[in-house]
């Protein structure tokens, strides 16, 4: 029966051609591209000089880059918990028997994530001020004291990885909400029923039952979730800079940097192929884990 | 009825584009060049609000436009941090505009890329060239070739604006000359919940062109930095400028003079501080100035009428320019090498800049701004002026000594490895040695 509706081979490579082509030149023709700027120096302009592996040998010396893949480790860390877990656990309270209006909490919970990240930055530069929101509502609850000179400066001091983090949680957490949520309504209700039956309570519907049968949905958000924050740079942008100094700097941000501010186009390539191949490492890396760690409890 | 109130209104607007190019005139030579020219610029309408040097530039460029109709003036504004990124990415593809601005220190690695062309005669046969203040070519000249008509105002990069009222409370008439009277005083000020001195490097090239510019002028003179730029001998690591670091870290870490979150609200936030009074000074640019005292001017006339100015207070163990603050233009109007191939569109291009720096422009900068171009615009009627351009004015051209802004020269990827380090350095997180050797090591491997 499906071979019947299902269209010829040339049809469906007519269909695919369009976005196969656009795919090819925005996507992996920069890509080669880059790659071939890697090696070269090149400061802009039409005079490019072929220096072998010189950008190569200078990245695996550069503390700043390393610094900054370090900082997208933590986004990473950061975001898998606060993104995707606060996203379950949020989603385990909203599809409970008890939770009234769901789609309500669906449509506000995603409505961050429609934000753009420019306002979002904005947004929390405002509430990270020093006599800024966050500051003036911990003064009301008497939490910090004296003028708003002596207040803490989130941006400022060593928590700033947490601080540009913070935003970024807040911002995807309804985007995997909506994942989540589409993923377990697809989940039979008969299960939960007989678990209840069986005297289950809450959390263990959601360790022993939902997250086993999800495991696949939670390894695409794990994907997304970490090719999302090894290439962070708008919020950051906006935020910090990077700064101060180097204290928020992430792979992308100093790519950016490098070419543009510095106008350094053929190590700033360098850079996004690092990105590009850290970034597959890492997602490899996590899903070979998730992959081995489950074994034995799908066994 | 409504057909003489559409009279009217079609008469007002007439006059007012009347007056509008009339306030303005270029010179309409004849150009044989029928087509398009590019142009891209930083002088957005927001931007020339209040900005003298904005204001000008769109207000010669749109009567150069309408002096020559036969030309397609293609025009790309966008603002100025946007600029900076778009004209590197398009410099990078070898696509620049026919016209547009150059930054000083982008001057040698685009001339050696031949993405400018060499303006060296063309300026000496400008029938300005007599009225040129040839001072402000340097940071667009190199190895004896200049590649840019330096444009918009000269304005200085480092002012001291404060509050006089404020100061006078706490036992100033003036502004301090020295940072330990400034220390002094953050006394009375901290217990008051004000902060002494507002300032913001959020952005990371603040402190450098708003502070250790002339600061570091201070402690150097300006040979060191002359040196540096014709790569004659002077390093960032010298001792004077290992001295200079090691005071902007000890004013801005050490004491409480600064607001302590200085390193990560950018300018325009710090002079929000000054303005709305939880600051009694601020230091920033001629930009800033421009902004404070037209902002207070509209909104609290007593506060407008107390700004004074001030150059930074001198440091205990700095020996050079006690009054110098840096000054200069940053930017000059450069065109495309590519456009040189039609003898017309290059006649265009050249005319086009010649008039965006010359009488028009400055005329136009000095009778409403009490500003200054590249070309003199002769004595300049102060008296029609407020109170507090008229000392701004004084401040800047006449009372002071000048000194060269540091990132209109060398190149940005040792500002850029500089300022980041600078920030850095202001947080905790390095030292004046070494931000020094980072900056000499950046020097070396990219100048």
Redesign the interface.
Same mark, same amino acid.
Request: net charge negative; aromatic share 6%.
């Given at each position: 029966m499906l071979n019947s509706i299902r269209p010829n081979k040339r049809t469906i490579l007519l269909y695919l051609f369009v976005p196969v082509l656009i795919f090819v030149f925005t996507v992996f023709y920069p890509l080669c591209r880059a790659v071939i700027y890697s090696f070269f120096e090149?400061?802009?302009?039409?005079?490019m000089t072929f220096n072998g592996l010189a950008n190569y040998r200078m990245l695996f010396a550069d503390k700043v880059f390393w610094q900054a893949f370090w900082h997208n480790i933590y986004l990473v860390v950061v975001c898998i918990i606060g993104q995707m877990g606060l996203a379950f656990i949020l989603v385990m309270f909203a599809n409970s028997r008890l939770t009234h209006a769901k789609a309500i909490h669906r449509t506000f919970g995603f409505f961050p994530s429609t934000i753009s990240a420019v306002c979002i930055g904005m947004i929390w530069n405002i509430i990270y001020?020093?006599?800024g929101l966050l500051n003036t509502v911990l003064n009301r609850l008497g939490l910090i004291t004296g003028? &708003?000179?002596?207040w803490p400066?989130w941006?400022?001091t060593g928590n700033v990885m947490l601080a540009v983090s913070i935003p970024l949680v807040w911002q995807y957490i309804g985007y995997y909400m909506v994942i989540m949520f589409s993923a377990i309504a697809g989940i039979d209700s008969e299960i939960f029923e007989s678990a209840e039956i069986d005297g289950a309570n809450g959390f263990q519907k959601a360790v022993k039952i939902t997250l086993p049968l999800i495991k696949n949905t939670i390894l695409v958000c794990l994907t997304l979730c970490i090719a999302g924050n090894m290439k962070a740079f708008d919020n950051i942008y906006v935020m910090?800079?990077?700064?101060?100094?180097? %204290?928020s700097m992430v792979m992308a941000m100093y790519g950016y940097?490098t070419?543009?501010?510095?106008?350094?186009?053929g190590y700033g390539s360098t850079i996004s192929v690092a990105i590009f191949v850290l970034s597959l490492a890492v997602i490899g890396g996590s899903q070979w884990l998730v992959k081995r760690t489950t074994k034995g409890v799908e066994a | 009825m409504k057909k003489l109130a559409c009279f009217l209104l079609c008469l007002v607007m007439l006059c007012t584009c009347i007056s509008a190019f009339a306030a303005t005139d270029v010179a309409a030579n004849d150009l044989a060049y029928k087509g398009t020219l590019s142009v891209m610029h930083f002088s957005t309408s927001e931007e020339s609000e209040g900005n003298g040097g904005s204001d000008g530039f769109r207000t010669v460029i749109a009567a150069w436009n309408a002096a020559h109709p036969e030309i397609e003036l293609n025009e790309n504004v966008i603002a100025n941090a946007e600029y900076k990124?778009k004209i590197?990415?398009l410099?990078?593809a070898?696509d620049l505009p026919d016209v547009f601005l150059l930054q000083g220190m982008?001057t040698i690695? &685009?001339s050696?890329?031949?993405?400018v062309l060499d303006l060296t005669d063309i300026i000496a046969q400008s029938p300005y060239y007599a009225d040129y203040n040839t001072a402000y070519f340097t940071p667009f000249t190199t190895q004896g070739k200049t590649y840019g008509y330096p444009v918009l105002t000269g304005g200085t990069c480092t002012v001291v604006i404060y509050d006089k009222a404020m100061w006078k409370e706490a036992g100033y008439d003036a502004f301090p000359t020295t940072w330990e009277e400034v220390e002094k005083a953050s006394e009375y000020f901290?217990a008051q919940?004000i902060?002494t001195v507002a300032f913001g490097n959020?952005?990371?090239w603040q402190m450098n062109s708003d502070f250790v510019s002339t600061l570091g002028n201070r402690y150097t003179g300006p040979e060191w930095f002359a040196s540096l730029i014709a790569k004659e001998g002077a390093a960032f690591t010298d001792e004077a400028f290992v001295a200079c670091l090691k005071e902007t870290k000890r004013l801005f870490c050490d004491t409480k003079i600064f607001? *302590?979150?200085f390193?990560?609200?950018t300018n325009e936030?710090a002079r929000e501080y000054y303005i709305a009074g939880?600051a009694a000074a601020f230091i920033g640019g001629n930009w800033d100035e421009s902004y404070i005292a037209a902002t207070l001017k509209d909104a609290d006339a007593e506060k407008w009428a107390n700004i004074g100015f001030a150059v930074l207070p001198q440091p205990a163990d700095a020996t050079k320019a006690p009054t110098s603050q840096n000054i200069g233009l940053g930017y000059a109007v450069a065109i495309n090498p590519k456009i040189a191939e039609d003898a017309d569109k290059l006649a265009a291009a050249i005319d086009l800049a010649q008039e965006l720096t010359g009488p028009a422009f400055s005329s136009y900068v000095a009778e409403n701004y009490a500003l200054g171009g590249l070309t003199a615009a002769g004595e300049v009627d102060l008296s029609k002026f407020d109170q507090i351009t008229q000392d701004f004015y004084n401040w800047s051209y006449v009372d002071t000594e000048t000194c060269e802004i540091y990132d209109s020269y060398i190149? *940005?990827?040792v500002w850029?490895?500089f300022n980041?380090?600078l920030? %850095?350095?202001?947080?905790g997180?390095?030292t004046a040695e070494e931000v020094a050797q980072n900056a000499q090591a950046a020097y070396e491997a990219?100048y």
């Open positions: 090149w400061k802009g302009g039409p005079n001020l020093q006599d003028n &708003w000179m002596s400066n941006l400022g910090t800079q990077g700064g101060p100094g180097t %204290a940097n070419s543009f501010r510095d106008s350094n186009l | 990124t590197a990415a410099a990078a070898n982008n690695a &685009w050696e890329q031949g993405l901290n919940g902060v959020g952005g990371q607001n *302590s979150n390193n990560t609200v936030d939880q190149n *940005s990827a850029g490895v980041q380090d920030q %850095a350095m202001l947080n997180d390095k990219n």
